[in-house]
Each structure stands twice: as C-alpha cells, then as structure tokens.
C-alpha cells in the first residue's frame, strides 16, 4: 500500500504583524527584513490561540477537502506543543471526534511534516490503518524572544493538514519515495536550552527562547536540501528537467533562491508564500502548497518535489505528482503576487 494525498486543509491565526509594526519595537527596518529574508508579514496566535486549536482546525478542513468523515490515526508534526507533556496529536484527535484512533506527534522541527508523512506511510504499508490525518502546526512565535532581532522577525504561525488514503504508487497524490536525514552533532546551531530534561530551570529567562546561529543554518539548508532533492529525484528516477514545482520549507527566501540556483531549476518553478507568513516551522510545506494550489500555481498532474531543513539538525525530501485536490484554505488566502519569484 502506498499513501495517496486526497485532501488539504490550512489555518491561519488572524492578526497579521507587518515588518512596520516590528521595527518600531526591534533595532531592524522593513528594508532589512525583507532583503535578507523576503518576509513582509507574518501571523501571530493570540493569547488562547495555541497548537492544538490551530491543528485541529487545519485538520478539520484537509477532512472536508477530502470529502471524508475520520481517519483511523493522526500524526502531528510540530515541535511547539501545547504542553511538554503530554504529546498534543491526542488532544487534536480528541477536538475533532475522534478520541481512541492512535494519535502521535513527531518533532523534527522545520522538517517535522515531512517526517510525519512518512511515518504515516508506514501506517497505511503496516496495514495499521486506511486513512491518516498528517497535520504540521507551530507556534514559534512563543519560542523566541519578542526582543530578538534575529528570530522574531524570521517566525510566524499557522497549521496545515493532509489527509492520506491507502492507494497504489502508480495513482496521482501517490507519495515517495522520501530521503530523510539528522545530525544531532549540530544540535547547538538551533537550540531551546532550558525547560527540557537536560536544564530544567533556568535563572536566565532567555534560555528558554529559541537561540539560532544564523548564518550557519542557513549554509547547511541550502547544501543539505541540495543533495537531498537529488537523491530522492535519483530514486524516483525522475530527471530535474521533469520537476514542475519546487516546494521548499520557507525559512528564506535567499534559502530558496540559493537551491534553485544550484539546482539549476529555473525560479518559476520555486513555490513561495514567506512574504506573507515568514517561517511556519512545521506547517511550512502545507501552507505552501495550499497557497500555490489557490493561487493556480501547483495544478494536477505537476510533478513535485518537496524539501524541507530544520533544528536537529533534520533534513529531507519526498516526490509525488498533484491530485485533483482544490485544498481548504477557510478564507486565509494571501495575494497572488506572492507566487511570482523575487530576483534580485
Ligand atoms: N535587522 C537588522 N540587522 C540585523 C538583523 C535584523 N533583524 N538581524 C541580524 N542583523 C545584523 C547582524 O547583527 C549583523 O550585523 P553585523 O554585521 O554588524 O555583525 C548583520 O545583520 C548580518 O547578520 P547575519 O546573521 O550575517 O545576516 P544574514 O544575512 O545571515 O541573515 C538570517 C540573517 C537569520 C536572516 C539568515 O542567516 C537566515 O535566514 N538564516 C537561516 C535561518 C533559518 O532558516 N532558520 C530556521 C531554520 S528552519
């Protein structure tokens, strides 16, 4: 059995926090921002707006897109729970009906949904179950230091879900083959230091925001999303001339000029939403694709590559060709100039 991608469903928080608003706060400019980072704008959760609601409505829409009632289990990637303890993807499960299916979160950060595919992939092969919801959800802009320049303006929130059928690997929305990767000797360059097992109680509140060296991370996401998209093109024996639709995680756009560039992939092909949400963490590549779908970007038939890189470090990269799934964006669209790509 292999996993078939049969609905999309996004969420959104409502208020939106320009470059503008931040600079009069933070010792940076919209200039800056947008230059080294193509961000114009993110969303921010309110108070009460947490992970699990986020999830649980992103999901609720990907099952409405699907024209399906359940699934027999949910994965939820993210790596800003509600609670270190217990993991959120039962709550989700439980906010939409469906407390008793197996429900689990995985944290591979930034490449978290792409983990969270194939570990429902391994579900649906395993026979443990016909449908899975694969939700990516955070909510980072908890995790960094409202007084950080070098994080705030990069984060935002939101959610996105798919919902997976058992099917056949010759169908459209088929998934795989996927290249997946981590490196814990690099786990300093994108680190939370306290509020874990290893430094419980900090007398400096800053260690308990995300620290992140970022010029570092930047040069392993593009060397690393590089070699991954062209192992997992190796794979699938799929040529580069053949990729329609590059889906990267959007940390930077810089990021994912970079890949293309290296790549040699033309820059239309680059799907790109970061001007409008910044970083989504784990909810990065579903927003993305729900965007491009919206906006007329990603049609059936494309041939995609997704790729994503994250803290762990995590990296990765999976292929499938688009189904004839329109996506349920609940009223958060964002501009269609969002799509075409910046060339500096
Ligand atoms: N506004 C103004 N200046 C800023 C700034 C901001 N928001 N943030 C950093 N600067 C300053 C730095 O202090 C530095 O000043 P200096 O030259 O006087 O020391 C200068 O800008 C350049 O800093 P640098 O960190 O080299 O900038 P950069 O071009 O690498 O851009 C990031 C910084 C964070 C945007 C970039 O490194 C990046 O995107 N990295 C990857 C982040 C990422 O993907 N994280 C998540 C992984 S999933």
Redesign the pocket.
């Given at each position: 059995m292999t996993a078939v991608l049969a609905g999309l469903g996004t969420c959104l928080p409502p208020r939106v926090v320009g470059n503008r608003e931040?600079?009069q706060r933070?010792?940076?400019?919209d200039d800056?921002?947008q230059a080294?980072?193509g961000i114009h704008e993110r969303r921010i959760a309110d108070t009460g707006t947490t992970t699990v609601g986020m999830a649980t409505s992103a999901a609720d829409a990907a099952l409405s897109d699907s024209g399906m009632a359940d699934v027999d289990a949910l994965v939820l990637a993210t790596s800003t729970p509600d609670q270190l303890c217990p993991g959120s993807a039962p709550q989700v499960a439980a906010g939409l009906g469906l407390s008793g299916i197996p429900a689990l979160d995985v944290n591979a950060?930034?490449?978290g949904f792409l983990y969270a595919l194939a570990t429902a992939g391994g579900m649906l092969a395993a026979e443990l179950a016909e449908r899975v919801l694969v939700i990516g959800a955070d909510t980072f802009s908890r995790l960094c230091d409202p007084d950080d320049?070098?994080?705030?303006?990069?984060?935002g929130d939101g959610a996105g879900a798919v919902v997976l059928r058992a099917g056949t690997a010759a169908e459209p929305g088929a998934l795989g083959p996927f290249d997946l990767h981590a490196d814990g000797t690099r786990a300093n360059l994108?680190v939370v230091p306290a509020g874990g097992s290893k430094q419980r109680f900090s007398d400096n509140s800053h260690d308990y925001f995300l620290h992140?060296q970022?010029?570092?991370?930047?040069r392993h996401?593009c060397a690393k999303m590089a070699e991954s998209v062209l192992a997992v093109l190796r794979v699938a024996r799929l040529p580069l001339a053949g990729v329609d639709r590059l889906v990267g995680?959007q940390?930077?756009l810089?990021?994912l000029q970079t890949l293309a560039a290296r790549l040699g992939l033309d820059e239309k092909h680059l799907v790109t939403n970061i001007g409008h949400v910044g970083?989504t963490?784990a909810a990065s590549i579903p927003l993305a694709l729900a965007d491009a779908v919206d906006g007329g970007h990603l049609r059936p038939g494309h041939h995609v590559v997704l790729t994503?890189?994250?803290?762990g470090l995590t990296w990765g990269s999976s292929v499938l060709t688009w189904p004839p799934v329109r996506g349920n964006m609940q009223g958060h669209r964002i501009p269609e100039d969002s799509y075409e790509p910046v060339v500096r």
């Open positions: 931040l600079s933070l010792d940076t400019s800056w921002i080294r980072t950060a930034c490449t320049r070098t994080t705030a303006p990069i984060f994108l992140m970022g010029r570092e991370v930047f996401a995680h940390a930077n810089r990021i970083n963490s994503a890189f994250g803290a």
